[in-house]
């Protein structure tokens, strides 16, 4: 094949497609034997979009004819796909680190956000924040993302609490989506907490009757696409009743749900996310039986969390019951103020170690089930013809090494790929390393 593409990787030790044939998610069974392959090459077009796979010899004669603008020789190395954060909160000003030492101490999430700490802290310090502070910061953590292997990352809004801060937030979303090569599924989450002042009820009306029509006007002039509806459906928080209110109203102007359930209390709302239609729920930790089975019925993926547990000394979300059930499990970061972790691959290192996970499990749970979280599985999620050129390349013979190595990313990763366009490439390439 002649003509000019963006990029071939050349002659990896392992290429892991993670599934192959078009599948939309991978449910236990599928995650049992990942697609790799040995001694393989891929080519990404000038679109960005992968053009062929396959044993490095076979594309060798099918390229033969073909000028690349990049080449990577992957000897000795893995390509896997670019990772999928699927639950992040990365648009905030503020810091709190004071917190952790109080829940060191003993105190819980709630009788922080009760004394005033917890998001209230954040909506304070980030309602004074500038856009242009807001935007530096949050260009800051993604990049950090990046360098961890994230190509894709959900970003809620959900720190302002009244229109004009959540539309600010959402704006420095939009920014990033517009300048930054990386993937962005943004999130509109007014409903993170109630407003000072005002009763769950309250603060449900002013987002249906305020907060979503503007949302729909600023569709309509293409101003800003925002992806998903998101509530903290929470005992103290917003009860059963507001959040079907709230997320309903929200897919009426075309947002997928992708909503916070059964975190500190069991809701009922992996019920109620099954009952609407909603593409995911995150947490899970308090989930009924009941829910599961729901859950696994209407193709709602569980998005878990194994840092929100870890570091709230939370009960662990039951991931093996909900494989085992046929739920689409699926992972994120939760990176925020009260969960600082920027890196996937340490994720998926406490999904295997606190949640039982194999490292199959816990690759496909980052890659293509946390692509389907986000409605995006078509074009995410896996190495395969017409999927979106996101890879990364490891210094390692076998890919395990990148959750075997718990906070060894920084050495690992060699290259991250967004669009067949390599947007970090590490210090380190060129010096040789073994494992």
């Given amino acids: 094949m002649a003509g000019e593409q963006r990029l071939l990787l050349e002659n990896a030790r392992q290429l892991v497609l993670v599934c192959g044939r078009g599948e939309k998610y991978l449910l236990q069974a599928g995650m049992a034997s990942l697609a790799v392959l040995q001694n393989a090459s891929l080519v990404v077009g000038q679109d960005g979009y992968i053009k062929a796979v396959g044993p490095a010899d076979v594309i060798r004669n099918q390229f033969s004819g073909a000028t690349f603008e990049r080449k990577i020789d992957c000897t000795g190395k893995c390509v896997l796909p670019g990772l999928v954060d699927a639950h992040t909160h990365p648009v905030w000003a503020g810091d709190r680190v004071h917190e952790f030492a109080m829940k060191l101490a003993g105190a819980s999430y709630m009788e922080i956000h009760q004394a005033g700490g917890g998001i209230h802290f954040t909506v304070e310090h980030t309602r004074k924040a500038t856009e242009e502070e807001l935007f530096n910061t949050f260009k800051h953590r993604l990049e950090r993302m990046r360098r961890a292997g994230s190509t894709l990352v959900e970003c809620k809004s959900g720190y302002g609490l009244n229109l004009e801060t959540e539309l600010k937030m959402l704006r420095v979303i939009e920014r990033a989506k517009q300048s930054m090569d990386i993937g962005i599924s943004s ?226 990763i060699d290259y991250v790929i967004v669009k067949g366009e390599v947007v970090y490439k590490n210090e380190r390439c060129g010096i040789t390393s073994s494992y």
């Avoid at 009941?290 to 039951?318: F, S």
């Avoid at 691959?345 to 490292?359: D, E, F, I, R, T």
Wanted: glycine share 8%; with cysteine.
């Fill in 187 to 412: 999130t509109y989450c007014g409903a993170h907490s109630v407003p000072k002042g005002k009763t769950a009820t309250e603060a449900a009306d002013d987002i249906i009757n305020n907060h979503l029509p503007k949302l729909k006007e600023l569709k309509l002039s293409g101003e800003m696409h925002v992806n998903n509806i998101d509530v903290f459906c929470e005992k103290g928080v917003f009860d059963l009743d507001s959040t079907r209110r709230i997320l309903q109203a929200g897919k009426d102007i075309g947002l997928q749900i992708n909503f916070h359930g059964d975190e500190l209390h069991p809701m009922k709302s992996a019920e109620l996310g099954a009952e609407l239609g909603a593409q995911a729920i995150s947490h899970l930790e308090e989930v009924s039986d009941e829910g599961i089975a729901a859950i696994a019925r209407a193709k709602c993926a569980a998005v878990l969390l194994p840092t929100t547990a870890y570091m709230l000394r939370l009960k662990q979300p039951q991931a093996r019951k909900m494989l085992n059930e046929g739920v689409i499990v699926a992972l994120g970061s939760d990176f925020n103020p009260n969960a600082y972790c920027f890196s996937m691959p340490m994720v998926m290192h406490l999904a295997c170690v606190n949640m039982k996970m194999s490292m199959n499990e816990a690759l496909a749970a980052a890659t293509i089930n946390a692509a389907y979280a986000l409605g995006k599985s078509d074009m995410h999620g896996s190495i395969e013809i017409g999927k979106q050129g996101d890879l990364v390349i490891i210094n390692s013979s076998r890919w395990e090494h990148l959750i075997y190595q718990f906070g060894g990313h920084q050495t690992l």
